[in-house]
């Protein structure tokens, strides 16, 4: 039962191009959204987060769009550079459930030279 | 240096044999987390804590058990009932009940192998 799906798997963008990572989640009472960005050997880490009262929210190169009717949300890197390659996670909770994240599968990313 | 640290960063387990994996933390957080990731599975909760002495089952507990004797630790034994143990298994800590409480940072990750 998954109930945060992502996609794609993987992506290879150019630098300085745009990586776009798709989530879409099931259960309606979710209403924290974050990403994480993991690298090769390391635990994740917080990227950014947004909660359903905005539908965009930007840190530097990194935005998340948020889509409450289609129960949607990504995650843009503008101008991607090699050291954005990573694994990217987006999750979601629920208020109330002890802040347990339901997490997404993961995608990929290589920015290439 | 304040944050979550997680040991040994490699562990061999041997056929039957129960390993512990250790999770210390420094950031006066209230709620503990462990999970497991596998390729292509991104992270799954197996055991989580809001309070010292009392823990409950995430999505993946058969074949683990954890304790919460302190704030600032949550050992997870893999016990020889869980038979496809191989994999890196995550520590993360957060707030609990106090402002930004969903937030979760997490630790370095221990690789547990089979033998």
């Known amino acids: 039962q998954q109930q945060v799906k992502q996609s794609p798997q993987s992506l290879i963008v150019q630098k300085g191009g745009i990586s776009i990572i798709n989530c879409a989640y099931e259960?309606?009472?979710?209403?924290?959204f974050p990403w994480y960005q993991q690298f090769p050997g390391k635990g994740p880490a917080l990227l950014i987060a947004?909660?359903?009262?905005?539908s965009e929210k930007k840190e530097g190169r990194f935005t998340i769009s948020f889509n409450k009717s289609a129960k949607q949300f990504s995650l843009h890197i503008m101008d991607s550079q090699p050291g954005d390659s990573a694994t990217y996670f987006c999750?979601?909770?629920?208020?109330?459930?002890?802040?347990?994240?339901?997490f997404g599968t993961g995608t990929r990313l290589q920015v290439t030279l | 240096d304040g944050g979550i640290t997680q040991s040994p960063k490699y562990l061999f387990r041997k056929e039957g044999q129960n390993v512990t994996l250790s999770c210390e933390q420094n950031?006066?957080?209230?709620?503990m987390y462990w999970y497991r990731q596998d390729p292509g599975q991104g992270l799954r909760l197996i055991y989580y804590?809001?309070?010292?002495?009392?823990?409950q089952k995430g999505d993946i507990a058969e074949g683990y058990s954890v304790s919460r004797e302190k704030k600032e630790s949550f050992p997870l034994t893999v016990t020889s009932a869980q038979k496809n143990p191989t994999a890196f298994y995550l520590c993360?800590?957060?707030?609990?009940?106090?402002?930004?409480?969903?937030?979760?940072?997490f630790g370095a990750g221990t690789r547990l192998s089979v033998l």
């Open positions: 999750a979601a909770s629920e208020t109330g459930t002890a802040s347990k994240l339901t």
């Open positions: 804590s809001q309070i010292v002495n009392d823990f």
């Open positions: 947004i909660r359903p009262d905005v």
């Open positions: 993360a800590s957060s707030p609990g009940r106090r402002l930004a409480k969903n937030i979760q940072y």
């Open positions: 259960n309606t009472a979710f209403d924290y």
């Open positions: 950031l006066n957080h209230d709620a």
